[in-house]
């Protein structure tokens, strides 16, 4: 008796305590889901079918591999991603670093915007408001300091991807040849497809987000011991975001790329969700998207500042005033009204513009991998935490095909 | 902008005149990123090899270079600096013979690497009391010495390792007429962090002394924005006293990490340093066996007080009060009171005012330092003290505690019990410190 009371009591303490250390990791897989990621995975599933279906698995592994690695130096060292580099690397490495993670993550931001943008218009409310308002709502929501509280309402919201999933069962897709498209990996070797699996990627294991994830990880201040649960943490984020990618392509597979339509706008990706929705789905999608975009549009442009300004050594933080952290605030706010800014020109394809930044994403992945993966096989700030060797080989060769499927992707590009 | 004011005025002192010199054509001041990856001489004029960083011995005011360390073959050696014959050109040439000296790198206690331990690496400014970014170090030729005089946190440190500064010196000369400041720390306030963890729990004593200077308000902001490891080894460097205060300061999580990170020993010894309430805040925030196990290895006097005060409910006058103050019978003398104010060791503000109680302990007045001061020395307590008292009863609600200070602007009020029997103190710094 006393014994099965002990257990549980374990049991108990140890859930408690993944809870106290879980986080990071599963927020960070819901903002990944961010308006980039739903237009990408609508258009994979719209335009090719099934057929890109199985890439989500190896990039779930690439994807956990990566997240690992980020929260593994998170919680050993307690220093952010930009903070190693700077130490290591020294400051040419970093600054020109930082501005391809600055300019990938603006690609982001506006791709945010054009997610409220979008998303608002199916409700037929022009740009020129929705954009400049929700501008200045994130805006303020970081400096006046509510964004901790938004959070969870935005986490919540997240549920919705469920609608995808039961859209999915629905549609009665055909599960023999998602089967069969999942056993039999194919790629076509043409611009269009080898763009698309990098925008999958990028999408799915975006560069800002191991700076996001080491951040909350430092932040959390999660020790060594604990680290167990962080890893869980991960690997369940990890597991999330691909069942949503997944089934995001798989319904759009079953309903739009059936009925031969192109996705260009909000209006037509929101057609997936007619089986569960019927009339409504317009609106359900919208919501969706919207709180994809909203959630990701306050974090990206405050993460970005602080990942700048930790590597460059200058004061960051919402509890400091602009006078203090100039450069921070400065960062921050240009970030988010540019982004919005560049939405606002007229004729700005929305769609595209929500795409072509996933694949940028995708295009600058490797470079961060590599900077990883040198810095987490560092014995001097890692010690006995370094890769295990078969780790690495499962890196390395990541990087390696990331890096030849972005090089043939720009080799076809430019044959035109 | 203010910081670079307060330095230039702290070197205008001493090397006004050197400076002077400089702006004449000789080369005084150096910065190391200049240094880095110069080709060095032997006598002869064979390439021994690049520069790769620099040693130098703690300690002094304005530490000396000790040797040159250059990296061949993975591996680094080092040459002491005499063996240096100029410095002048590109080029770093070595005095005849000595190109043979080299030696594998090795690092004393109170050592330090330019590169592997101070450059881009984090410092604390423990006179402005903030952490830095180093982007360059700044050294001054003293014939035949090196010195190491500042370090260089500003964007010009930043764009002339980059190698963009004449650009932009000459952009910004065009433009604005201007160029941005220098912003130079000047050695003796700078406390560096960052070092090599296989020396690193030697090193923890000698060299982390500058940060001792700081305000523990300070030390604990500090402590709270770096890594833990470096917290960890700070925390470890202080004397009780400060460790004890330090940890006043900090964010309670955090505290109890740095807690969980001192041996058990240390943390009660660090404990009974405290304030009593703060401690007994600080333990009830633990779980259950680790409180009972932290607690039993405090010793008596503190040990008592916390597990009285542990009894009270959060958020209740019981848990904000602290069992330090003074207390002195009706019939004592004012004498007698003012020997026991010289004989403690409590912090000021808990013995703002000295509690006069009967022979039961009832609270019957109160008295202030200016009775000890002013009054005859034989007067009996019971006659000269205050009667008018204000008190609160242990389990009253916190927020009742807070308008009482609001209304009467006491330093610190008693707490008694339900037979008007002093128990404890609420003073105004633990009002504050509620949120």
Known sequence: MTGLKEIFRHRWKGLLLFLSVAGPGIITSNVDNDAGGIATYSLAGSRFGYSLLWSLIPIMVALFIIQEMSARMGVVTGKGLSDLIRERFGVKVTVYLLMAVVLTNFGNVIAEFAGIASSLEIFHLSKYITVPVGALLVWLMVVKGTYRSVEKIFLFACLFYLAYIISGFLAKPDWSVIGHSLATPRLALSAAPLGMLIGLVGTTIAPWMQFYLQASIVEKNVLVKNYKQARMDVLLGSIVVTVVAGFIVLTCAATIFKAGIPIETAKDAAEALRPLAGRYCSALFAFGLLNASLFAASILPLSTAFLVCEGMGWESGINKKFSEAPQFYGLYTLLIFLGAGIILLPKMPLFPVMYISQIINGLVLPVIMVIMLILINNKKLMGEYTNKKFYNILSWITVAVLAAICTAYLFFLLRG | ?435
């Open chain 2, 1 to 435: 902008m203010e910081q670079v004011e307060r330095n230039s005025q702290a070197d205008r002192s001493g090397s006004l005149a050197l400076k002077k010199r400089q702006e004449n054509g000789g080369q005084l001041f150096h910065y190391f990123s200049d240094f880095l990856g110069r080709g060095i001489l032997a006598a002869s004029g064979k390439p021994v090899g690049r520069l790769y960083d620099f040693k130098v011995r703690l300690g002094e005011l304005f530490p000396k270079i000790t040797a040159i360390v250059i990296k061949r073959r993975g591996k680094h050696w080092e040459l002491d600096w005499p063996s240096v014959e100029n410095l002048s050109g590109r080029l770093i040439r070595l005095r005849p013979g000595t190109e043979l000296a080299f030696r594998p790198l090795s690092v004393g206690q109170d050592e330090i690497l330019l590169r592997e331990d101070l450059l881009d690496k984090q410092v604390v400014d423990t006179f402005g009391a903030k952490i830095e970014r180093v982007n360059d170090v700044h050294l001054l030729s003293v014939n035949p010495e090196l010195r190491l005089v500042h370090v260089d946190y500003g964007a010009r440190g930043l764009l002339r390792r980059l190698g963009w500064l004449r650009v932009v010196d000459a952009f910004t000369d065009w433009l604005f007429g201007y160029r941005p400041q220098e912003r130079l720390l000047s050695w003796k306030h700078i406390q560096p962090l960052a070092s090599d963890p296989q020396r690193r729990d030697l090193k923890t004593n000698v060299t982390l002394r500058k940060l001792h200077e700081l305000h523990p308000s300070d030390l604990a902001d500090i402590i709270e924005e770096l890594d833990q490891e470096s917290r960890r080894r700070i925390f470890q460097s202080l004397d009780l006293e400060t460790a004890a205060e330090t940890l006043q300061e900090m964010e309670p999580k955090l505290q109890l990490t740095m807690l969980e990170t001192a041996t058990a020993e240390k943390a009660s010894d660090i404990l009974e340093e405290m304030d009593p309430d703060e401690a007994t805040d600080l333990l009830s925030d633990l779980p259950q066996d680790k409180q009972q196990k932290l607690i039993r290895t405090m010793e008596r006097p503190s040990r008592e007080k916390v597990e009285e005060l542990l009894r009270f409910e959060e958020g209740t006058a019981g848990s904000l009060m602290t069992k330090d103050y003074i207390s002195v019978r009706e019939e004592q003398t004012l004498g007698q009171a003012l020997e026991e104010f010289r004989k403690t060791e409590l912090p000021l503000d808990s013995v703002a005012y000295l509690y006069v109680t009967d022979a039961e302990g009832r609270l019957k007045g109160v008295l202030t330092l200016r009775h000890l001061l002013l009054c005859d020395r034989d007067a009996p307590a019971g006659q000269m003290m205050n009667t008018h008292l204000v008190t609160v009863k242990a389990d009253s609600d916190a927020k009742e505690v807070l308008e009482l200070f609001k209304k009467y602007k006491f330093m610190a009020l008693p707490v008694v019990d339900e037979n008007d029997r002093l128990t404890g103190l609420i003073t105004l710094k633990d009002v504050i410190g509620q949120k």
